[in-house]
């Protein structure tokens, strides 16, 4: 079965992100790409343009000390430039450890993302890890 170009487009950005290429990541976004953090913790809010963004995943790594791993589960595309995944994500920060389901729902526009809304299956636990 063949995958939708969105649907490998999102899972090359996944492989991007797990191995910390933010450089191969940035050529999959828009320049104007938001990133949207759920949640009431220091790295919840409008992440806007691409630079911010990676600046975001940069942190992600920094105040994990390199634990963060995320694996996804689901890639679905509806053929109109939008995808949602399903991943596990995996961290330590300090005396906290983290595993909990989270998801993404993105927006692709003529072949790169532009619209990133995350979702998270616990917010309160999120906001007390990141916080």
Request: hydrophobic share 35%; aromatic share 4%; glycine share 10%.
């Amino acid at each position: 079965m063949s995958q939708h170009p969105d649907a490998v487009l999102v899972r090359r950005a996944y492989e991007a992100f797990s191995k910390g290429d933010m450089e191969k990541l940035g050529t999959m976004m828009t320049a104007d790409v938001i990133h949207h953090v759920p949640g009431n913790n220091p790295l919840s809010g409008h992440h806007k343009g691409r630079e911010a963004v990676l600046d975001l995943y940069r942190k992600l790594g920094e105040e994990t000390k390199g634990t963060l791993q995320v694996d996804l589960h689901t890639v679905l595309a509806d053929g109109r430039g939008h995808v949602m995944t399903v991943h596990t994500t995996r961290a330590d920060r300090g005396d906290r450890g983290i595993e909990i389901k989270e998801g993404l729902f993105l927006t692709i526009v003529a072949g790169k993302i532009s619209d990133i809304d995350g979702c998270t299956q616990d917010i309160e636990e999120e906001d007390a890890f990141w916080s």
